[in-house]
């Protein structure tokens, strides 16, 4: 009698584990299936997309934000080297005009010395601007690597979670088509899928929300990011200019 409890419970225990398998292979499955119509660009149901504009909406918003953040990068880094190259031809030009102004004793080599003085100067406090130009480089980089990186990082398994549920959407949608309500198999199948759904949209719910509020965050830090260290910039390129106006008149 025990053996034959025994026997009884492992081919029960057998049967659930086969069960278990075959649905984690369906499941691979649709969402493998899931993953090749959102690469080919196929259609998908139009519902189930709209559902989804507010998200798209922001992940286009996270999309620029990382583009532009690199386009800055770059242009802080050519906007530096450009900077000091002017400087240093600015310098050998004031150079050459106090050398040869010393040399003529007339007014005019008074003039050339005066505007070579006024040259040398200039290029000094060009080369200042580099001091706020390493800064907010600095500050935009570590924002990319940081928080750009920690947004992406749960865009990325929002997009895992999302290619899951729709997966599970289309095998209700498949097995829903087949489905008759007096057969109590097929019901029943019905259901796990229904239940696989409703797990999977518990999952990316709260990955979708999680990305719109990181998103929303990291264009609120950018902003206050630019706003505080474009200060000191504005600040040192307000003072360059009072300085080249300054020398223009001598």
């Known amino acids: 009698s025990s053996g034959s409890y025994s026997r009884e419970f492992y081919d029960q225990y057998a049967q659930s584990q086969e069960k278990s398998v075959v649905n984690k292979m369906q499941q691979k499955y649709w969402k493998t299936k899931q993953t090749l119509i959102k690469v080919t660009g196929k259609k998908e149901d139009e519902h189930v997309v709209a559902s989804d504009a507010d998200l798209d909406a922001k992940l286009e918003l996270f999309h620029s ?18 900077i000091c190259f002017l400087s240093q031809e600015e310098n050998e030009l004031g150079k050459f005009l106090r050398s040869q102004g010393s040399q003529d004793k007339t007014r005019a080599g008074k003039m050339m010395q005066a505007t070579g003085k006024a040259l040398c100067f200039s290029s000094q406090q060009r080369l200042a601007l580099r001091t706020p130009l390493c800064r907010l480089y600095q500050e935009v980089e570590t924002f990319r690597y940081r928080a750009i990186s920690d947004t992406w990082l749960t865009v990325n398994r929002m997009e895992q979670y999302r290619t899951e549920y729709r ?5 209700m949608k498949d097995v829903s088509q087949e489905l008759d309500p007096d057969l109590y198999k097929q019901m029943e ?12 949209k518990l999952n990316f719910d709260k990955l979708k929300t999680d990305v719109c509020q990181k998103v929303d965050l990291l264009g609120a830090s950018r902003c206050n990011l630019l706003s505080h260290v474009l200060t000191t910039y504005q600040l040192s390129t307000k003072v360059s200019k009072v300085i080249s106006h300054m020398n223009s008149l001598c």
């Open 167 to 171: 997966g599970a959407l289309l095998w």
């Open 189 to 200: 199948k019905f259901r796990k899928v229904q239940a696989q759904v409703r797990h999977a």
């Open 65 to 82: 934000i990382q583009r532009t953040c690199m386009e800055l990068l770059k242009a802080i880094e050519l906007y530096q080297k450009r």
